[in-house]
């Protein structure tokens, strides 16, 4: 049995710390800080977000909430610190369909899906598509008609982005290419001059490209408008009813006391619902989007099966 088994083993049958001794420390929990382990750099939105989240979370439970950025392996090493973490309660972290759900198909990780639990989540990234500044498309009709023409060029930094274009391929019968890149803002380079035909991008880069008439905005891919850009309609209200929905969102590893689960779903929520979150996801280019655990765990659930088609329709799938 391994060392996690054993623990969890121990905590049921008397062989680690007695039950009643485990379910005290679970009620005496938080007595010391908590790390918050992000596989991503300081300074994006999801770094921002998560530092406002768990500043309110910490003030809510009176202890400290300490980020730790462990970006690097495509969301692998701050995943596999997460997953490697004791199950205590003070180690929590991002969980995101980049370290779960794609890259686990690309290459060797330490970790499954089923080494987490999920908490929740405050909110997902805004995701748009944009043409050339010259483009004659207008509007998802005209993209979707001149993609039956020929083959549309779309770049994007990741493959998680293109989960809707894929998706109107299949329905429409449109002829879309990925374009990967390896920056976030190469895509608005690359449409702006013609390279290619269109960016499936997130929200600020979408936003500061729009904002120099480098591009053309045409719909957004959330399933609901951006509220920075009440009227740009969303894919769906143009008649194709695609969108990409990625939560930001967050886990422990599997064998955390469900006392403290459930302390840290609760927080997390009341977090994610205050006002001033709300106005900060706004602020940084994320569509709001409370989820407990449950409703976490379902979307990742059900994400699951689509992104292995994704990686295995992109030849990126590794050999068993």
């Not at 939105?45 to 406002?52: E, I």
Request: hydrophobic share 45%; charged share 15%; aromatic share 6%.
């Amino acid at each position: 049995m391994n060392r996690r088994g054993i623990l969890i083993g121990g905590l049921a049958t008397g062989l680690g710390v007695p039950f009643h001794a485990a379910r005290a420390q679970a009620s005496a929990w938080p007595s010391r800080e908590v790390k918050v382990i992000l596989p991503v750099s300081a300074g994006g939105a999801n770094d921002a977000l998560a530092r406002a989240v768990f500043e309110h979370v910490g003030k809510q439970l009176g202890t400290p909430f300490v980020i730790s950025n462990n970006p690097g392996g495509g969301a692998v090493l701050g995943t596999a610190l997460l997953a490697q973490a004791k199950p205590d309660g003070y180690t929590i972290g991002n969980v995101s369909y980049s370290g779960l759900l794609l890259t686990p198909h690309t290459m060797k990780v330490p970790y499954k899906l089923s080494d987490f639990d999920f908490l929740g989540s405050a909110g997902e990234p805004l995701y748009g598509l944009a043409v050339g500044p010259n483009s004659p498309v207008k509007n998802m009709a005209d993209f979707v008609a001149l993609a039956k023409q020929r083959e549309i060029t779309c770049a994007s930094n990741t493959i998680v982005n293109m989960v809707c274009m894929f998706n109107l391929a299949a329905m429409t019968g449109a002829r879309i290419k990925w374009i990967p890149t390896k920056t976030q803002s190469e895509p608005i380079v690359l449409t702006s001059s013609g390279d290619v035909d269109c960016a499936l991008q997130s929200g600020p880069e979408l936003t500061a490209g729009a904002a120099g008439n480098r591009i053309k905005l045409i719909a957004s891919a959330n399933q609901v408008r951006w509220a920075s850009r009440p009227d740009m309609p969303t894919m769906i209200e143009q008649g194709f009813a695609v969108f990409n929905s990625v939560p930001l969102g967050y886990g422990v590893p599997v064998g955390v006391d469900p006392v403290i689960r459930r302390k840290l779903e609760a927080a997390i929520l009341v977090a994610a619902r205050s006002p001033e979150i709300v106005e900060m996801t706004s602020r940084l280019g994320v569509a709001s989007r409370p989820l407990d655990a449950q409703g976490l765990a379902r979307t990742f659930q059900a994400a699951a099966p689509e992104m292995e088609k994704l990686i295995a329709d992109a030849g990126m799938k590794k050999s068993s």
